[in-house]
């Protein structure tokens, strides 16, 4: 069964530092694809980053970059120089090949401190 | 500006009434899926299109009901046979059906029964 975990229910890090989010997989089909979402306060889920199961090399995306391991089917999200505004729900999601829908995990909160 | 619209932001519904939440994208998306997510949880999907009049029932269909008649937008209605409605909807959209395209997010509306 295809599945998300992320065992972080909530992380602080001090502004300016890096922060790595956890987030494991499981699945046996070859061919997928990981997100990280970004969820505010305000509600909306805004799409970060994301890395396929073929590609070679870890995705990045400005201060966000994709630890990807796919030995362990893991997928960490790495934030360098925290900002203030980066306060919010991070959510890990998986999706694969076909018409098989997105799964999620269950968030990390992730809390900047000045 | 392209995305997604969702309105209501908020939505009062009484008990034994129909409410239909409304979701229109700009981005020239084949699929669009409604999610609902409660406090503290990550998302669960309701219902799913790929393609003008039709739609799949998602992990947690009963309750709701959804058309698509124009590409452009994916209505949800949320019947009085959800026993537990209150919660945040999230409405979204991707280039085609497959999960391992990027899904785009509405602002969400939150709904709470009285």
């Known amino acids: 069964a295809q599945k998300i975990t992320q065992t972080q229910p909530g992380m602080f890090v001090q502004e300016k530092e890096a922060v790595t989010l956890d987030c494991t997989y499981d699945t046996s089909d070859p061919s997928y694809g990981l997100f990280w979402y970004k969820q505010p306060s305000s509600g909306e889920m805004i799409f970060l980053i994301y890395q396929g199961s073929y590609d070679q090399q870890n995705a990045t995306e400005g201060r966000y970059s994709l630890n990807f391991q796919k030995a362990r089917k893991s997928a960490n999200l790495v934030i360098s120089a925290s900002q203030l505004g980066d306060s919010a729900m991070y959510f890990c999601a998986m999706g694969f090949s076909g018409n098989t829908p997105l799964v999620f995990g269950k968030g990390t909160r992730l809390s900047v401190i000045a | 500006d392209g995305g997604i619209t969702q309105s209501p932001k908020y939505l009062f519904r009484k008990e034994g009434q129909n409410v239909t939440l409304s979701c229109e994208q700009n981005l020239n998306h084949d699929a669009m899926y409604w999610y609902r997510q409660d406090p503290g949880q990550g998302l669960r999907l309701i219902y799913y299109?790929?393609?003008?009049?039709?739609?799949q029932k998602g992990d947690i269909a009963e309750g709701y009901s959804v058309s698509r008649e124009k590409k452009e937008s994916f209505p949800l209605t949320v019947t009085s046979a959800q026993k537990n409605p209150t919660a945040f909807y999230l409405c979204a959209s991707s280039t085609s059906g497959y999960s391992t395209d990027t899904q785009y997010f509405g602002p969400g509306t939150r709904l709470t029964v009285l």
């Open positions: 299109s790929q393609i003008v009049n039709d739609f």
